[in-house]
């Protein structure tokens, strides 16, 4: 399959994993894979197995589900279940845990009329269908799935609905590495050696590679985008190690095939139009992080499901014992926390990491990767 086998191919990954080995000093090298589709891939691949001892990959907190806060899944909780909204919402996050020991999934057990949905479309076609039903389609992710929930609300508004709401939880990259960045783990301890980042794919053929740009000039700190195959990502690794042994700090872009500087700015405009910046967002494991996310515009009010509904956030700590804060900050591996693999699993995820096949717990645990 074009795109696909090129970026897999075996002897490719060993001529790569060779020129790492060639290129590196004595010295060491830790880059974060931001996006949770990278932790997928080195994991599924084993790409860190082909990597030499003195380079170490650190998991970031790019999982859409894995950043979740509780309060946030409490929120969807109540809408289905003491406001009777028929609640849509992509698979993985019915399955997020949340307070007292319930999720979504757990809620629909209880009679809650939750639906999992694969695009917001679905939703917004389910509020058509049933004009007697308040349906609210609960948006989560970063900026790649921020388009098409915009577009739903724009629809919704044409078509004149009043029983269609969106609870807006999408977030922005930028903020989060600025996050990571400013964290006294970063910053004053030194906990977290950060020497540069792999960017996201998906989310930058939406933003482009121009937001980077801040961050490596700003921190010294590289960024090397690149696409979710293993040869990719060993590229990128290898396009990391050089720009610090030439003390370099660039934005890069590995994924040329589908990314640009500007990105797809019509994609930017509609998001433009449909939101607007929040003050503050909890992030799980990052805490509160100003100008992090998105709130839907004073112009399309009525599709807000937190004006529309009598709502209110609490912010909830995490299940003790859980290390998902940890593992979204890089400070700690999966495997450090005393419930992986046994309390732990993805049949019976305790935290949020464990959930989805991005989060780095559910990555790790699959493919049996334990460094
Ligand atoms: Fe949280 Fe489970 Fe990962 Fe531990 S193993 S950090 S409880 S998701």
């Given at each position: 399959m074009k795109y696909v086998d090129e970026f897999r191919d075996g002897a490719l990954a060993k001529n790569l994993a060779a020129s790492i080995a060639r290129e590196v000093c004595e010295r060491s090298y830790s880059f974060m894979e931001f996006c949770g589709g990278h932790t997928h891939a080195i994991s599924r691949y084993g790409v860190t197995d082909l990597l030499p001892p003195n380079v170490r990959m650190i998991h970031g907190p790019g999982c859409p589900v894995c950043v979740l806060p509780i309060g946030r899944v409490d929120m969807a909780i109540e809408l289905a279940l003491e406001h009777g909204a028929t609640l849509c919402t992509y698979a993985d996050t019915v399955r997020v845990p949340a307070s007292d020991n319930l999720s979504l999934q757990k809620a629909k057990a209880r009679g809650g009329d939750i639906r999992m949905v694969y695009s917001a479309i679905d939703a917004l076609a389910l509020a058509q269908q049933h004009p007697e039903k308040q349906?609210?389609?609960?948006?989560?992710?970063?900026?790649?799935?921020?388009?098409?929930?915009?577009?739903?609300i724009k629809q919704a508004k044409a078509l004149g609905l009043k029983n269609f709401s969106v609870l807006c939880c999408h977030v922005l990259t930028p903020s989060a590495i600025s996050s990571i960045l400013e964290s006294p783990e970063v910053r004053q301890y030194g906990?977290?050696?950060?020497?540069?980042?792999?960017?996201?794919?998906?989310?930058?053929?939406?933003?482009?590679?121009?937001?980077?740009?801040?961050?490596?000039?700003?921190?010294?700190?590289?960024?090397?985008?690149?696409?979710?195959?293993?040869?990719?990502?060993?590229?990128?690794?290898?396009?990391?190690?050089?720009?610090?042994?030439?003390?370099?700090?660039?934005?890069?872009?590995?994924?040329?095939?589908?990314?640009?500087?500007?990105?797809?700015?019509?994609?930017?405009?509609?998001?433009?139009?449909?939101?607007?910046?929040?003050?503050?967002?909890e992030w799980r494991g990052l805490g509160l992080v100003p100008y992090s996310a998105l709130k839907i515009r004073r112009e399309f009010a009525d599709f807000d499901a937190e004006l529309r509904f009598p709502l209110t956030y609490r912010a909830v700590a995490d299940n003790k014992g859980c290390e998902c804060g940890a593992v979204?900050?890089?400070?700690?591996?999966?495997?450090?926390?005393?419930?992986?693999?046994?309390v732990c699993t993805p049949e019976n995820p305790v935290g949020s990491c464990m959930v989805s096949s991005e989060g780095a717990c559910a990555a790790h645990y699959t493919y049996g990767r334990f460094k």
């Open positions: 349906v609210v389609f609960f948006a989560i992710g970063f900026e790649t799935t921020t388009p098409p929930t915009a577009v739903v906990t977290v050696p950060l020497d540069g980042f792999i960017g996201p794919a998906h989310v930058s053929t939406v933003i482009g590679s121009r937001p980077y740009e801040f961050f490596a000039e700003e921190y010294r700190k590289p960024v090397v985008i690149a696409g979710f195959e293993p040869l990719d990502v060993m590229q990128a690794i290898l396009m990391l190690v050089r720009q610090v042994n030439e003390n370099r700090a660039e934005v890069e872009n590995e994924f040329t095939r589908a990314v640009t500087r500007d990105g797809n700015l019509k994609a930017q405009n509609l998001v433009a139009e449909v939101f607007e910046l929040r003050r503050e967002f979204l900050r890089g400070v700690r591996r999966p495997w450090d926390c005393k419930l992986f693999g046994t």
